[in-house]
C-alpha cells in the first residue's frame, strides 16, 4: 500500500468507500486533510474484493470502522495495531471478524444506518419551518444542558467542534434553553456527504412535532448547500425515531452493530 497520506493512498481508500458510500459515509468525511493525523487506515485485498480498516483516534476512545469484502476486513484486522478499548462501527457481516480481536460485553447496540431517498423536491428552507433556528458555536453550552436531560437514546457523541462546520437547528424555550436541537456529526462538502445525528427533544416537550421540524430543518439546509448523500443512524429499539424518519423520507441501508468493546487477550 502508498505511504499514508499519499495521493495514491486517499485515491485507492476512496475507491473503496465509494463502492458503498452510504455505509462509508463517515469515513468518507474523514478524509477530509484535517483529520489525517487522526486516521489509521489500513487496507487488504481478497478473492471477494477490497476492504479496509479505519481506526479514528480525534475521540476519547478511539473507533473502529470496517468497510468491504469480509475476507479482505479480516487482513486489515490483523494488521491494524489494535488500542485495548475502542467504539466500534461494524457491519453485522464483519461483527464475527471483529469478536475475534474485541469482546462487546453488555454494550452490543443494534443499529440501522438509513439514507435519504425522500421527494426530489426541495424541502421548505430551514427559515420556513416553524420554531426551528440556526444555531452556531456559541450555543454549544446550551446544547451541552439539553443532552444532559438524559434518557435511553441521548445524544453521546456531541462535541462543540461539530457546530464549526456543520449545520445544528434548535427550538429555543426562553432565552437560554433548548427544548430540542439537532445537528450533523460529520459534513464533507468536497464529498457531498454528510450525517445527521444529535437529535434530542426534552423529555417535557416531546410528542409535539420538535424532533420532525428539525430533522426537516436540517435535511432543507444539507439540500441547499449542495450535499447529495444524508445518512443518519438509528438504534434498532427506539421505535419513536424509525418512525419518524420513516415519514420523513428516510430508508435502511443496512443493520450494523457498534458500542464500546474490550481487547481480548491473545
Known sequence: MPAPG?????????????????WAAYALADLQPAFDPYCRWQVADSPEGPGLTLLYTGLSIP??????????VAQALTATPLPDRAYLT???????????????????RPMWRMVWEGPERRLPSPADVAR??????ADAP????????????????????QL???????????????AA???THIVNRAEQVAA???????????????????????????QAADIRLVVLNVDQRNRAARTLYDALGFRVHCSYVEGVAVRRAM
Do not use: C, K, M
Open 63 to 72: 473507533t473502529l470502522v470496517t468497510v468491504g469484502a469480509p475476507a479482505a
Open 164 to 178: 464549526d462546520n456543520g449545520l445544528f437547528y434548535g427550538v429555543w424555550e426562553g432565552s437560554e434553553e433548548l
Open 181 to 183: 436541537a439537532g445537528g
Open 90 to 108: 461494524v457491519r453485522e457481516e464483519h461483527e464475527p471478524l471483529v469478536a475475534a480481536h474485541y469482546d462487546l460485553g453488555q454494550d452490543r
Open 132 to 137: 426551528v433556528q440556526r444555531l452556531g458555536p
Open 196 to 222: 445527521i445525528g444529535n437529535v434530542y427533544t426534552r423529555p417535557d416537550r416531546r410528542r409535539q412535532g420538535l424532533a420532525r421540524a428539525i430533522t426537516q430543518a436540517l435535511v432543507a439546509g444539507l
Open 6 to 22: 499519499s495521493r495514491e493512498s486517499r485515491q485507492q481508500i476512496r475507491a473503496i468507500l465509494r463502492r458503498d458510500p452510504v
Open 142 to 161: 446550551a446544547l451541552q444542558r439539553l443532552y444532559a436531560q438524559g434518557g435511553p437514546f441521548a445524544p453521546d457523541a456531541f462535541d462543540p467542534y
